[in-house]
């Protein structure tokens, strides 16, 4: 009998248990605003380079600019959902030369398509493909501190390159977050190269802040 009045309460202990797990779990999801697709606003600051596949000795400065755009937050289950993006993203470089200091700025739409993953409450991580779409190009040559020389120039090749994005983010609150990336072009600007225009391929790091609604 004693057996049996033990079984029976260890039976109610673990089915409440169970039920008081399960409220718990409803609330929380109640609360939590992660199966609620979120628009935003995003704004940072790009720290761009180059870097070149087929020469190790090619190497260039850093050269600052800015990302500014929107983004849509969409859950797909828990912790995984979708985040495409499109960003106003300046890009280029600076190098000494012959001629004096030269500065490259490219204009870019960037159409990032983000896996974003919840690794714990506040803190996540992005990946994915990134297509971008060059505007217009800008060449500037310096001597000490006047500029010498100034052109726009119309980039005749594909001006459509395929890249990846890798980055963090940090929800500072629920409308807020931080966010850290790096993104790359996966092929050269201008795979045949010259003098004038090198291969190279866009490295951009970037730091920003999502203002999600």
Avoid at 136 to 148: E, L
Avoid at 178 to 196: V, W
């Amino acid at each position: 009998m004693k057996k049996i009045l033990f079984a029976a309460a260890m039976v109610l202990l673990i089915a409440g248990t169970a039920d008081a797990q399960r409220r718990g779990y409803r609330k929380q999801r109640a609360s939590d605003d992660f199966y609620q697709p979120r628009v935003g606003l995003t704004g940072g600051l790009n720290i761009a380079n180059t870097v070149s596949s087929r020469n190790s000795d090619f190497s260039t400065d850093t050269k600052l600019g800015a990302n500014v755009g929107l983004f849509i937050d969409i859950p797909i289950i828990y912790p995984l959902s979708f985040q495409p993006e499109v960003l106003y993203s300046q890009k280029g470089y600076r190098a000494n030369t012959v001629y004096g200091d030269f500065a490259q700025r490219a204009n870019f739409i960037d159409v990032p398509l983000l896996a974003k993953l919840r690794l714990t409450p506040g803190f996540n991580v992005v990946i994915g493909p990134q297509i971008s779409f060059l505007m217009n190009t800008r060449n500037t040559y310096y001597d000490g501190f006047n500029v010498t020389y100034q052109s726009r120039y119309s980039y005749n090749g594909d001006k459509t390159f395929l890249g990846g994005v890798a980055g963090i983010a940090f929800d500072l609150n629920r409308n807020v977050e931080l966010r850290g990336r790096y993104t790359i072009d996966f092929k050269e600007n201008n795979p045949n190269g010259s003098s004038g225009v090198p291969d190279y391929r866009n490295q951009v790091w970037q730091v920003g802040l999502g203002f999600k609604f």
